[in-house]
């Protein structure tokens, strides 16, 4: 049950020694910062995350870059030539064209080989979510369930995959779009501190407005409380922008009312802290339902 491999992106923001332990292949995705490029890696090789975000704070921007047709196939052509089949788990269409990208080259390397099964899910999360997402599914693959069983595994329950976030500095937002240049100059004025989430097709929506930092951490575990499926027994994700200690201070609420035990906690990787920025922090877990 074990003649396949799971790929996933940077994006998911998974911390390296699990990429090792899960025995996952992870997608470098490419961003540029001040005009010099970089790829994202979970050992952070080529810029360390607490790096990229001290340029963010600078004042310097950052572009990314969608994962092109050429460069999956490049990635998992080795495991398809070695007979393994392939279940790549992507990062949410509903914020990258990553996806579509895939689904193109995948009918290449199918005609290239015909005899491999190469299985596509769009998880619709991102950061630790997508991470959340492919650690469920490599757990199942060391459990010994089968590529289709896992793929039908995640399709049924990545809509119960929650992701909250909050962010530090609105005028990343604007750049991206999320919210205007006037609701980011109020915003900030005030101390508000918007709280989000991916909804059902991927997407990144604000749902809330909090005055003050500690406050809106405390909505992320609020919104938890609300929806989780038994707590006790999830492990879970917490996700930062260069804010360990925020990031902590989520993980002791988390554990003192809802009696989580295990917690994984990892930076933010380049790719999505270039639209989210420095001060991030998400909080992701199975929920009954994303909202």
Excluded: C
């Amino acid at each position: 049950m074990s003649n396949y491999k799971i790929v996933t992106d940077s994006t998911s923001d998974l911390p390296a020694f699990l990429t090792e332990e899960l025995e996952l292949h992870v997608i470098p995705m490419l961003y540029t910062v001040d005009g010099k490029d970089f790829l994202n890696t979970p050992d952070e090789r080529y810029l360390s995350s607490h790096d990229f975000y001290e340029q963010l704070r600078a004042g310097k921007t950052s572009t990314t870059t969608q994962i092109n047709g050429e460069i999956f196939k490049d990635e998992v052509r080795p495991y398809l030539l070695d007979g393994l089949d392939v279940l790549y788990l992507g990062f949410s269409s509903g914020l990258s064209s990553t996806f579509s990208s895939v689904m193109l080259a995948t009918e290449d390397l199918k005609e290239e080989f015909p005899d491999r099964k190469i299985v596509l899910v769009d998880t619709l999360a991102a950061s630790m979510g997508e991470g959340l997402i492919v650690w469920h599914a490599a757990m199942r693959k060391k459990q010994g369930m089968s590529i289709d069983d896992v793929a039908t595994w995640v399709e049924e329950n990545k809509l119960h995959l929650a992701h909250w976030f909050t962010v530090d500095d609105l005028n990343h937002l604007k750049r991206g779009g999320r919210v205007s240049g006037a609701a980011a100059f109020v915003g900030t004025m005030l101390n508000i501190k918007p709280v989000l989430h991916v909804d059902d097709e991927g997407h990144l929506i604000p749902v809330d407005k909090i005055r003050g930092r500690r406050k809106s951490l405390e909505e992320l575990v609020a919104r938890m409380e609300k929806t989780a499926i038994d707590p006790s027994e999830q492990t879970v994700f917490i996700s930062h922008g260069d804010a360990l200690d925020d990031a902590k201070y989520v993980e002791k609420l988390v554990r003192e009312r809802l009696g989580v035990q295990t917690v994984y906690i990892n930076p933010i990787g380049p790719v999505i802290g270039s639209h989210s920025g420095p001060g991030t922090i998400a909080l992701f877990f199975l929920a009954n339902k994303r909202l």
